[in-house]
């Protein structure tokens, strides 16, 4: 069982940065891929990044690739979503998700963080 609970979202000015965190409880994180996901009003929830349990192979989607770094710090069992560059365009909701192997698809990830909202404002 992990349980997910995601921080650092805010209103900020395109092109300007976050630093989304999601920190995760449970001995078996370590074993996890890990992915960011965002739902924006009115559509589905779509992928953002993903990073393997080793932290060494990332995937990225190619609305953000250039612009946002997904890495993860084990031993505090947190993956963090650096966001540059941001357009209007990334305004949504930001998920954290886990799921057994690196992948996009938000039906292979088993567990969910309650999402922070990302606004930017141009």
């Known amino acids: 069982q992990v349980q997910l609970v995601e921080s650092g979202g805010g209103l900020v000015q395109a092109g300007g940065s976050l630093r989304l965190s999601c920190a995760a409880s449970g001995r078996t994180f370590g074993s996890y891929a890990m992915g960011w996901f965002r739902q924006a009003p009115g559509k589905e929830r779509e992928f953002v990044a993903a990073?393997?349990?080793?932290?060494?192979?990332?995937y990225y989607a190619d609305s953000v690739k250039g612009r946002f770094t997904i890495s993860r710090a084990s031993p505090k069992n947190t993956v963090y979503l650096q966001m540059n560059s941001l357009k209007p365009e990334d305004t949504a909701v930001y998920f954290c998700?886990?799921?057994?192997?690196?992948?996009?698809?938000?039906?292979?990830?088993?567990?969910w963080g309650q999402g922070t909202q990302v606004t930017v404002s141009s």
């Open positions: 990073i393997n349990w080793s932290g060494g192979s990332t």
């Open positions: 998700a886990a799921t057994a192997r690196l992948n996009n698809l938000k039906g292979e990830y088993d567990y």
